[in-house]
């Protein structure tokens, strides 16, 4: 076997995090392993080794498989950009804006698309981890379908159906599930396995008997609930969840409503005495926060808008009058200047808009989208650390004078006059260990306690010994 497809009963039944223990636990046997995912939908994007975008699950799980992200294991992304607009990416370029509605006339295509890439990796790699997107069972999206059963029968890829059951129902999921699909899709399914479990497992046995008997599928197993998942990065924003922590280092993040790239806050939130709080809508940024961080955002204009609907600018005059610190990423940079700039209406349906005044720059959109891994100097500490800009825009003016990073000589981003407020295009910056510490020492006053790479591969280390031992899916790995 050569590949094995996951594929859910739903969406956010673990899947991405699944896959990234089974290409580990792969990778600890030695085989050379490689995810791949031919459609996803997320805002929470990564740039690869060949300057392409890809989702962040694929490139955690290319993490935990001990390789290079590359565009080939992603090679159909969709960033939704409001509710009937949505942006595709084609294996890590920007191929265009479409109405949502629209997106069945491309479906054929991309699907030759993404087969082309999933035969690249093929050569290359012993085995493929192939991730699915949400359910084989949404029948009225089977057509051309390219992110479940579509792929798999056009790829011959045998298929494990893995379900919920801290969901509850997921008798049914699974069940149900075959019910729905049709005689050609079934037989692709060599077996199904239980995820998130919690409590005494001999109470499900008479379930887990009658799924095996109704379905006549295998079972691979119960999975139980594994706490430092919650460690890993998160991919949608639903699913983001910061242990909250009494003690009295708080960094508060805008929850906007088109928030992107949002793993940034990972590293800080992993530092035990720093507690990581997303502000909601509707809800105020706390008063006792050293740091509020504007994230990124696939929609600036609009997230600007959003923001100012939740008075969090109103908040954010009380926070500088407090002599706390405001930093933007990215789309949250852009926001903190004098004005936006998107004339070609590339990412709003506003041409102009004021922007929150806290950095005396200005942001123009542009048509052409910027995606490049950057090692950058910090122009406050002298420290290098690695990311990546992904981005439409430029942004100029007085501000920039006082940069925060340099790339290659070139400045990044700004910081205002009184040094409270600053401004970077980076993202993952946080995850070099020495700019982190620097970093909250200069906001909190206290050191960083943890090695961010080495416990991310520790507790995948462990969730892969987890996967061996609970479950029979090493039994895919014997070839």
Not at 60 to 75: K, L, T, V, W, Y
Not at 78 to 97: A, C, D, M, W, Y
Request: glycine share 8%; aromatic share 10%.
């Amino acid at each position: 076997m050569k590949a094995i497809m996951l594929q859910g009963t739903g969406s956010n039944v673990g899947k991405s995090v699944f896959a990234a223990g089974l290409c580990r636990l792969a990778k600890k046997k030695g085989i050379l392993v490689a995810p791949f995912k031919p459609q996803n939908m997320s805002n929470n994007s990564f740039v690869t080794i060949d300057n392409g975008e890809i989702g962040r699950s694929q490139a955690f799980q290319a993490f935990a498989s001990g390789i290079e992200p590359h565009s080939d294991m992603n090679p159909i992304l969709l960033k939704p950009e409001t509710n009937s607009r949505t942006q595709i990416i084609v294996r890590g370029k920007l191929f265009k804006t479409i109405d949502s509605k629209n997106y069945k006339f491309y479906k054929k295509k991309l699907l030759e698309i993404a087969l082309e890439s999933y035969f690249n990796l093929k050569k290359k790699y012993d085995f493929i981890v192939v991730e699915g997107a949400g359910s084989p069972a949404e029948i009225n999206l089977r057509n051309n379908d390219l992110a479940n059963m579509g792929f798999a029968t056009r790829a011959k890829i045998p298929v494990v159906l893995i379900g919920d059951i801290d969901r509850g129902g997921v008798i049914a999921q699974i069940v149900g599930t075959k019910e729905v699909l049709s005689k050609k899709d079934r037989n692709l399914i060599i077996g199904f396995l239980i995820n998130k479990f919690r409590g005494e497992l001999s109470l499900f046995q008479k379930g887990y008997k009658f799924i095996q008997r109704k379905t006549n599928w295998k079972g691979y197993g119960v999975l139980p609930w594994f706490d430092k998942c919650n460690h890993f990065p998160a991919e949608d924003s639903f699913d983001i969840n910061f242990r909250t922590k009494k003690n009295k280092n708080k960094i508060a993040c805008l929850q906007l409503s088109r928030i992107s790239n949002f793993d940034d806050l990972n590293p800080l939130a992993q530092e035990p005495n720093i507690s990581v709080e997303m502000i909601r809508p509707g809800n105020k940024i706390p008063s006792d926060a050293d740091l509020v961080i504007i994230p990124g955002s696939k929609s600036t204009i609009d997230d600007l808008i959003f923001l100012r609907k939740n008075k969090w600018d109103l908040d954010l005059k009380k926070h500088l009058l407090r002599k706390k610190y405001i930093l933007g990423i990215c789309a949250g940079y852009q926001m903190l200047g004098n004005e936006i700039f998107d004339e070609e209406l590339i990412e709003s349906r506003n041409k102009r808009k004021l922007g929150l005044g806290l950095l005396n720059v200005t942001t123009k959109m542009k048509t052409q989208k910027k995606t490049i891994k950057v090692s950058a100097s910090h122009c406050e500490s002298g420290l290098t650390f690695t990311g990546y800009e992904i981005h439409i825009g430029e942004t100029k003016g007085e501000d920039c004078k006082k940069p925060f990073s340099l790339i290659h000589q070139k400045k990044d981003g700004a910081i205002s006059k009184d040094g409270l407020v600053m401004g970077s295009y980076i993202h993952g910056m946080f995850e070099d260990n020495d700019f982190r510490s620097f970093f909250i020492k200069k906001i909190h006053g206290i050191n960083s306690l943890i090695d961010y790479k080495k416990q991310i591969n520790q507790n995948l280390d462990e969730f892969a010994n987890f996967i061996d031992d609970r479950t029979q899916i090493n039994r895919l790995l014997s070839f």
